[in-house]
């Protein structure tokens, strides 16, 4: 006999604010993405060019993000059970792997200016220009996507790529200041060196959070040797099997398991079921409310290994 709960929720993914955010963001990324390639080319910046190569990713991923945000929205079919929620992550785990190979290519390209004595900037008071418009730019963004950023994974990668690229407007205009006020190139090439710095981190924890629901591992937080000794106190349990939980997308975990229970309860199935919802859904720090028991009464023969539940 297999029970099931299927009231979930998750989050706030379907909130169509989202993709209007993220289009608008888009819109204010793709237009400094321009103006920053222009200014790479006219200054001979590597700080600049990095930062603009960043602001690539940030439109691949800003695109991505978009159309998760509006699949996401769907809903579920038999086709596709879950939706488009899994998209999300998907979206996350792409975007994390561009951002990293950004991050690699400024990391060796400025080590080898660096040993190489830096190479000119052309006109550092145009490199300054272009520095500040990213920035405002990217400050412009970030208070687009501020208050959606702990939504879901999808708004969580979005504006870690906006700050990121914040963070190396903030280097450009360092290093424009600093060429100006002291005619020494390398300050444009350190810059380049931290921008790489501060991205390569943060696109592998979005990797790492990603990849843990795409392997679908158990949610962080819950601890499943905790849970199997909570519902085995169940009343009329006596053993919990197959135990299985992970993350479909933000918000929304399951929990499956195979529950033997006294053979001379059969008539009070409704009733443990009922505790063993209640169960996975408020007793852990990780609330379960998608969750599905296989009730298999004592002496029950698993077709599946032949392994009698004593």
């Known amino acids: 006999m297999t029970e099931h709960n299927h009231a979930h929720t998750a989050g706030d993914v379907n909130d169509p604010r989202h993709s209007r955010r993220l289009i608008a963001t888009l819109g204010l990324t793709g237009t400094v993405f321009i103006a920053e390639v222009i200014g790479a080319v006219l200054t001979g910046s590597l700080a600049l060019l990095v930062d603009a190569g ?3 990713t940030d439109i691949s991923v800003l695109t991505a993000s978009t159309v998760t945000a509006i699949l996401i929205r769907r809903k579920p079919n038999a086709e596709r059970t879950w939706g488009w929620a899994r998209l999300e992550v998907i979206t996350a785990a792409g975007g994390a792997i561009a951002l990293l190979f950004v991050g690699l290519y400024a990391l060796v390209e400025a080590i080898s200016r660096l040993s190489s004595g830096g190479e000119e900037v052309q006109d550092p008071a145009l490199l300054l220009f272009f520095g500040i418009l990213g920035l405002a730019a990217n400050l412009g963004s970030l208070s ?30 360092i290093s424009a200041v600093l060429v100006m006020t002291t005619g020494w190139n390398n300050f444009d090439s350190v ?25 679908e591992e158990t949610p962080e937080g819950l601890d499943l040797t905790e849970v199997r000794e909570h519902l085995e106190n169940v009343s009329h349990v006596v053993e919990v099997h197959d135990l299985h939980a992970n993350t479909v997308a933000t918000g ?19 009733g443990i079921l009922t505790a063993l919802q209640t169960c996975v859904r408020d007793h852990f720090p990780v609330s379960v409310e998608h969750s599905t028991f296989q009730i298999e009464p004592e002496g029950y023969k698993n077709i599946r290994d032949g392994v009698f539940h004593k």
């Open 54 to 56: 960043h602001m690539l």
């Open 144 to 173: 687009i996507l501020m208050t959606d950023r702990a939504a879901n994974m999808n708004m969580r990668a979005a504006f870690l790529e906006v700050a990121n690229d914040a963070l190396g407007s903030v280097a450009v205009v």
């Open 252 to 270: 929304m975990p399951t929990l499956s398991a195979h529950v033997v229970v006294d053979a001379d309860t059969i008539g009070d199935y409704e």
């Open 191 to 215: 810059a380049g060196l931290v921008i790489a710095v501060l991205m390569i981190p943060r696109a592998g924890k979005l990797l790492h959070s990603s990849m843990r629901v795409l392997l």
